[in-house]
């Protein structure tokens, strides 16, 4: 079973600060890895697919990067709306996602 | 407007069915891939089945498989999940969701969400 898992689990930031999540793979995903935004009472949103690649309309303080079993979102400097949990999610076998890190003020 | 609508869901009695439906609107339903997923506090979220833009492959997470059946129309731009003999650990808020990319055979990327519906499984 493939497993994601993101560190850390939670993130105490301020607005302006920059915030670097962490997801690794229990086997090589190649770059089959993305990043859903989720705030509460919504669905997830998507920010990445394909480990980097932006989705529509994500603005570009936003970065993913990564490839094999270590990957990264960061946010460059977090605005009062980015306070959220992220997860990152793998395609490369099946779909499945990881637990989530809640960035918090 | 893009969007995923859902209907269906609520409280059901373990081993009761239920079907869960997804309307969509304001783009070519019959050219992607869709999915459901569901979210429970403890569990996260959950990929439970795919199906492809044409129907021909469906493919159901272990979990379901036997239990859940996707399904389509596209002329009535509408996607199902037909859920059956339901579980306590079926309980979750399930979302429909539209692949990334168009015509893609085996699934991709969860591009535009519902706004979800909650499955509550309880005697």
């Known amino acids: 079973e493939l497993v994601l898992t993101q560190s850390p689990a939670t993130l105490s930031l301020s607005p302006g600060d920059r915030a670097t999540l962490s997801c690794r793979a229990s086997?090589?995903?190649?770059?089959?890895l993305a990043w859903y935004q989720q705030k509460p009472g919504q669905a997830p949103r998507l920010l990445f697919y394909?480990?980097?690649d932006r989705a529509t309309g994500i603005p570009a303080r936003f970065s993913g990067s990564g490839s094999g079993t270590d990957f990264t979102l960061t946010i460059s400097s977090l605005e009062p709306e980015d306070f959220a949990v992220y997860y990152c999610q793998q395609r490369s076998n099946w779909w499945s996602f990881g637990q989530g890190t809640k960035v918090e003020i | 407007q893009v969007q995923l609508v859902q209907s269906g869901g609520g409280v059901v009695q373990p081993g009761g069915s239920l079907r869960l439906s997804c309307a969509a609107s304001?783009?070519?339903?019959?050219?992607?891939?869709f999915h459901w997923v569901r979210q429970t506090p403890d569990k996260g979220l959950a990929w439970v089945a795919f199906?492809?833009?044409?129907?021909?492959?469906?493919y159901h997470a272990n979990s379901v498989k036997g239990r859940f059946t996707i399904s389509r129309d596209n002329s009535n731009n509408t996607l199902y999940l037909q859920m059956n003999s339901l579980r306590v650990e079926d309980t979750a808020m399930y979302y429909c969701v539209k692949d990334l990319d168009e015509n893609y055979n085996d699934g991709s990327w969860f591009d535009l969400w519902g706004q979800g519906t909650l499955v509550t499984v309880s005697s």
């Open positions: 086997q090589d995903v190649r770059r089959y």
């Open positions: 199906i492809r833009y044409d129907g021909e492959t469906k």
């Open positions: 394909d480990a980097s």
């Open positions: 304001a783009f070519t339903f019959g050219d992607f891939g």
